[in-house]
C-alpha cells in the first residue's frame, strides 16, 4: 500500500470507533431528554463523563498527527482531500487545547450552569459574574491556544461555522439590523395578528405532528418522536435520526412550529452521504447550514399559507370540528411583536435577539467590554433595536443557557441559518415550477429532492459558504431575507418596503 | 498506604469505570428493545460490538491479577473477601478464555441466533443442526479453558448461578419431576379453570400495570415501564432500573402476570446495596435468586386469591364494569395444563420444560447425546414428563432462543428461582402476621421490607445458597415447592396429594 493509502485506512478506522463512540453516546444524551427517570440523572452524568473521556483520547490520539501528516503530503482524491481538511480542524481544535485547560472548562461549566440556573430564578446576575468572568477568560484562552495569530472570536465560532468570520460577520449582520428595523417600525403602526389559543389534547396531538413529518419526507424507519421539554434532533447516524418536540395544550402554533423546525434539522441528517460515513464528510457543513435546513422548513415552507392550506385539512382529520380556520393559523402564525425571549420571538424580530448577541459576545472575546458591564449592554441595545426595556435580568442577559456553559461563538448560527434559508428558498422558487401548489397539496416530495440534492447529499465535502456559492451563485443573502420577511409580512400587514 | 489498601482502592477505581460502562451499555440494550427505529439496528450491532469490546479489555486488563493476588494475601474485611472472590470469579472466567475462542463464539452465536430464527421459521431442524454443534464443541471448549478439571456443565452454569453444581441440580430436580408428574396426573382428571379473554384496550391498560408495580413498591423515580415484545427488567444501577411488559389487549392475565414478573426483578435491584456500588457486591447473587424475587411475586403473591381480590378493585377503576370478578381472575390464572411451550406454560408444568432442557444440556456437554439425536431427545422426555407429543421441531427443540446464542446452563435458573421463591415463602409466612390480609388490601410493604432486609440489601455478600440458608434454615425447597403447589392447585383442583 502507498503511503497515502495506507493512512487513508488506518485514519478511517480509527475515525470508525469515534463514530461508533459517537453514536453510543448519542443515545445516552437523548435518553437523557426523553427517558430518564429523576434519580437517574447522577449516574447518567458518570456515563456521559465516561464518553467523553474515551472520545477525547481517541480524538487526540498521537497516531493522528502521522496519518494526517502523510495525507497533506499526498495526492489525494477530492474524498479524502475533504476528510482530511475536515479531520485536521477537529485534530488541532483539540489537541492544543491543554488538558487543563480542558479540565478547567469543564468544571466552570459545570458549576457556570448550576450558578446561571439560580441566578436566573433570582434575578442575580452578580451571582453569576464571577463564574462568567471565568469563562470568558478561559474560552479566551481556548482561543488563544487552538490559534495563537487568530481573532478570538473567529477561533470560537469556527468551531460551528468552518468558514465564518467576525468581520463577515459583523457586516452581514448591520444591514440586517438595519433592515430589519426598518420592517419591524412599519408594522409596528398596524394591529397584530390574531391569535389561536384553541386547546386541543396534547396526547391526542402527537399522531398528527407524526403525520406531519411524516408528509415532509421524514423517515419514521430511520427515527421516532418523543416529547421533550426542550426540542431537540439527535442524529445518531443517517439510520437512526430523532427528533423530539414539546406539544402544548392551547399553542397549537408553537407546537407545531418546533416539529417542523426538527424535522428540518432530521431531514438534512437523514439525507447525509452514509456511504462516506467514516471519512469525516457524512456530517453537517455547519450548525449554520443545519439551522438553515430547520428554518427553511419552519419558516419558508411552514408559515406559508398554502402550508397552512394542507396542515388545517389534516387537523380537520384529527381533530373534527376544530373550529380554527387555515386562514386563523396562517395569521397567527405571522404575528409580528418585538418582545423580550428569543426562544418565543417571531421570525422577524429573532435575528435582532441574535444581533445582540453576537455583538455582546465579540465585544468581551475582544476585551472591550467587561462583564460588570455586560446587563447594560444588553439593555442598551434591546432598547435601540427592539424598542424595549428589559425590566429584569432574569428576561434580559440571563435568558439564555448558552454562556453558562461557555458556548461562545454558537448564536451567530442560528441566523446564519435564517440567511442561508432565504437564499435557498428564493433560489428553490426560480428553479422549481409549482412548489406552492405542492405545499398546498401536502406535496412535498420535489422541495426535499431538490434540498437532497443540493445540500444533504454533499455532507461536509465543502465548507457551508462554498456550497452555498455553489447553489445559489452570488446571490445578497441580506436581501433575500429582507426581501422575503417584507414579501410575507409586509403583505399580511399592509405595509410596503419604502423606495421600493 | 498498606499494600491491602492502596489494592483495595485501585481495583474499586477499575471496577467503576466498568459498572459505567456497563450502565451505558444497558441503556443501548435498553433502547434497542424499547425505542430503536428499525433501520437502525446495524448501527446499534456496532456500538455495542464496541461496547463489548472495551468492556472486555477493561475486564481482562493487566492490573487486575496483581490488585487481586495481593489482596487475596491479605487481611480482608468481610466486603473486601466478599468483593475479591466475585471479582476473582469474573476475571478468571474471562481472561482464561483465550481470544481466539471469544472471537469464535461470538461468531457462532451471531450466526446461529440467525440460523435458528429461519430453522424455526421452516421447522428445519437439520438446518440448525451444524450450528449448534459448533456451539456445543466451542462452549465445551470455553468451559474446559475456564477449569481444565471441571465438569463442564458446572463451569458453563456457573456463570450464572456461582454456587450451583450439576450433580446437586440432578439431585433436587429428580425429585421435583416425582412430586410435578404427580400433580399433574392429579390435576388432569378434573375439568380446568376458566378462562379471562375479555378484551381491554392496550393503550389504556398501560396506566394500569404502572400502578401495579408502584404499589408492589417499584420505585418511578428510580425506573419506568416500557412496551416491549419480550418483557425484561434492567439495572442500569439502583437508581435507574427500567422495566417492560407486553400488553394484550385479549389476556389480561398474561401480560399482568409479566408485568408482577419483572417489577419483582426490578424490587431487587432498586433494593441492592448502592453504597457498595464499586466493590462488586451490589449486584444480584445469581440468576436464580434473582429469579425467585420475580416468581415470588408473580406467582406466590400474584396469582393468590388476596391479591386478585385488591387488583379486581384496581381493575374496577381502571375498567368500570369490567364484567370480570376477582374469583374469575384467580381461577382463571390458576390453570394447569401440559402445553408445549414454555414461556406461556402454567407454573407447575413450567418447571417440567426446565428440567427437560437441563437434562438435555447436561448430556450434550458430557458428550452423551450428539445434536443429530437432540430431537429424539427431546421429543421423549416431553411424552414422558408432560405427557404430550410435540407435533414438530419448531414447537419442540427449537423453541427457545437460549442455544442459538450459545447459552448453556442458564435454564436451570429458572426452577432454582422457583424453588428459592417457595422457600422463601414458607419462611415469611411463618415470620409475619396477617400478609394475606395485607395482600388483600393492596398493602405489600411488610412483604417488600422482609425481602429487602434478608435478600436484597445483602447483594453479592453470599452466593446464593448460603444467603438462602441464612434466610429459611435449613428447609427442603423441592418440599417447599411441592406443598405450596399442592396447596393452590390441589386445593383449586379439589384433589389432594396422595399419602398425606
Redesign the interface.
Known sequence: MSDVASSWSALTAHLS?IR??Q??AG??AW?QQT??????A???G??VA??SK?LHERGTDAGIEGWLSALEAGDLDAVQAAGVRNMRRDYDRQVRVPKDLVVALSKASSDGFGAWLEAKNNDDYGAFAPHLETLVDLSRQKARAIDPDGHPYDTLLQAFDPAATTEDLRVLFARLREGLVELIDAVRTVPAMPNVDTAFPVDAQMAMHAEVAAALGY??????IDSAEHPFTIG??T??V?ITTHLYETNLIGGLGGTVHEAGHALYEQGLPHELKNTGIAAAASIGLHESQSRFWENYIGRSRPFFAWFHSVLERHFPGSGVSAEDLYRASNRVSPGLIRVTADEVTYNLHIIVRFELEVALMEGTLSVADLPAAWNDRYREYLGIDPPDDAQGVLQDVHWSGGSFGYFPSYTLGNLYAASLGATLEAELDGIWDQVAAGDFGQILGWLRDRIHRHGHMMDAPDRMREVVGDRDSVEDLLSYLWGRHGRLHGVSRPGR
Open positions: 470507533e461508533v463512540l453514536g453510543a443515545v445516552l435518553d427517558c430518564l427517570p429523576k434519580e437517574g447522577a449516574f447518567r458518570e456515563q465516561l464518553m474515551l423517515d419514521f424507519d430511520r427515527g421516532r445518531l447516524c439510520d437512526d430523532r
